[in-house]
C-alpha cells in the first residue's frame, strides 16, 4: 500500500518526497486496516461460538 501512495506521488516521473505527515499518514492507514482484520476475525469468532452455545441449547432439550 505504502508503494502505491509513493507511485502515486510523483509528477512528471520524478518522485515527490514523501514528508513526515505523508508517512504517518500511510503508517495510520495500516494500523487502520490491521484493526479492521483483527476486529473482523473477533466477530467470526463471537459468531461461531454463539453457533455453537446455540447448537447445544437445542440439543439439551
Do not use: N, W
Not at 1 to 21: C, F, H, K, W
Not at 32 to 56: F, N, P
Amino acid at each position: 500500500m505504502q508503494q502505491a501512495i509513493a507511485a502515486s506521488l510523483s509528477l512528471d516521473g520524478a518522485e515527490i518526497p514523501v514528508t513526515s505527515a505523508d508517512a504517518a499518514y500511510m503508517k495510520a492507514l495500516e494500523e487502520s486496516r490491521i484493526e479492521q482484520e483483527l476486529e473482523e476475525k473477533r466477530r467470526r469468532a463471537e459468531d461461531e461460538e454463539l453457533a455453537r452455545i446455540l447448537e447445544l441449547s437445542t440439543k439439551e432439550k
